[in-house]
């Protein structure tokens, strides 16, 4: 019933930004962890970056001064804000809650960096 819906991706050159958006209907996220996580081709999905209930955020090594993960509770919406992005940023974005039962896997967002 709960579903996730990413947009935001594109095609963008290196060093160029874009604003990933997550949205979660038919669930409250006010409480939950929400993560964004990637998966490039031939690899496993990974974790990207978190944000609590609390606004406290978490973010991978490599994408660490770069992006920035934010809520909005009241739209039940996540967003992770790119920035100088990398062809090794190039991926499919997820976003899904952290801990117990996890939504649905939405489609994911492409985001390709290319020059």
């Known amino acids: 019933q709960v579903q996730v819906v990413e947009s935001g991706g594109g095609l963008v050159q290196p060093g160029g930004s874009l604003r990933l958006s997550c949205v979660v209907s038919?669930?409250?996220?006010?409480?939950?962890?929400i993560a964004w996580y990637c998966q490039a081709p031939g690899k496993q999905r990974e974790l990207v970056a978190h944000?609590?209930?609390?606004?406290?955020?978490n973010y991978a090594d490599s994408v660490k001064g770069r992006f920035t993960i934010s809520r909005n509770n009241a739209e039940n919406t996540v967003y992770l804000q790119m920035s100088s992005l990398k062809p090794e940023d190039t991926a499919v974005y997820y976003c899904?809650?952290?801990?117990?039962?996890?939504?649905?896997w939405g489609q994911g967002t492409q985001v390709t960096v290319s020059s």
């Open positions: 899904n809650k952290v801990g117990g039962f996890p939504y649905s």
């Open positions: 038919g669930g409250i996220i006010r409480f939950q962890t």
């Open positions: 944000i609590t209930s609390s606004g406290t955020t």
